[in-house]
């Protein structure tokens, strides 16, 4: 029989960073550096966190900015626009929600190959943390997480380099205002109806919980839940030297640019 302190030590260990407030820029730079860096093998599998400050409306790789964001409420509420290398749709996010990104090798067993498979297994993390905090939550493919029927968490992934970039959110508190204004609402016009309408669709854990959240019990429940849900245990490190580099780089020629956040 294996005990428990030896299947401890044979656990795969992966790189945990909580970066907390970063701006939308250097968030976006962060993943792709990271990836590069992975696939060089110059860093380990990484598992990292953080939050926006400014808020942003994050833009899905394929996304068209005039079909998917209000440009002028954007500019009125301070709201950043930043495109991401991963496909998906547009989301807001703020200091109040977590943002989670898995940066791990392709051919890892733990990641199926089949992409609409792996959302369901790299989503489990957040079940998992979700279930910690007192709270049952259902997988809907392919990238949301539901309580009671409303969404508490989305996700996206991208492929390169034989590296496989998986992000997604958790609401702690949602600023559906906001969301109604910055973001275009498909087959909906900005009233209150679309705001009944995001109220209905989207949730968070201070509303479900009924009490303020801290960051602190969100962030450890996020990371209990995913090394629960990957069978991997999370060590506290840093970024490399090489990986700093390629994140101010790409901040400079990439991520601060409209060129880049609204090429579309």
Not at 117 to 141: M, T, W
Not at 208 to 222: D, I
Request: charged share 30%; hydrophobic share 40%.
């Amino acid at each position: 029989m294996v005990s428990k302190r030896s299947e401890v030590l044979s656990l795969e260990v992966w790189r945990y960073i909580d970066f907390d407030l970063i701006d939308p820029p250097t968030s976006g730079a962060l993943a792709e550096a990271i990836l590069i860096a992975r696939s060089e093998r110059k860093c380990p599998n990484t598992f990292f966190i953080y939050r926006r400050k400014p808020p942003a409306v994050s833009i899905g790789y394929f996304q068209a900015v005039n079909n998917t964001v209000d440009l002028a409420a954007c500019r009125e509420l301070g709201v950043e626009v930043s495109r991401r290398i991963t496909g998906g749709g547009a989301i807001y996010s703020d200091e109040n929600g977590i943002i989670y990104s898995i940066v791990v090798n392709e051919d890892n067993p733990k990641v199926p190959k089949n992409i609409a498979e792996s959302y369901g297994v790299l989503c489990r993390g957040i079940i998992e943390a979700l279930k910690i905090l007192g709270l049952d939550a259902v997988f809907q493919p392919v990238n949301d997480i539901l309580v009671g029927g409303r969404k508490i968490s989305g996700s996206s992934q991208t492929r390169r380099r034989g590296v496989v970039l998986h992000h997604g959110t958790l609401l702690a508190k949602a600023d559906i205002e906001t969301m109604k204004r910055v973001l275009r609402i498909p087959d909906e016009k900005m009233s209150d109806k679309a705001a009944k309408s995001l109220e209905e669709r989207v949730t968070s854990l201070e509303k479900l919980l009924g009490r303020e959240v801290s960051m602190h019990e969100v962030k450890e429940a996020v990371k209990k839940g995913f090394e629960k849900a990957l069978n991997v245990k999370f060590e506290d490190g840093k970024l490399t030297k090489y990986e700093e580099e390629h994140v101010r780089k790409l901040v400079e020629e990439k991520y601060s640019r409209d060129e880049w956040n609204l090429r579309r």
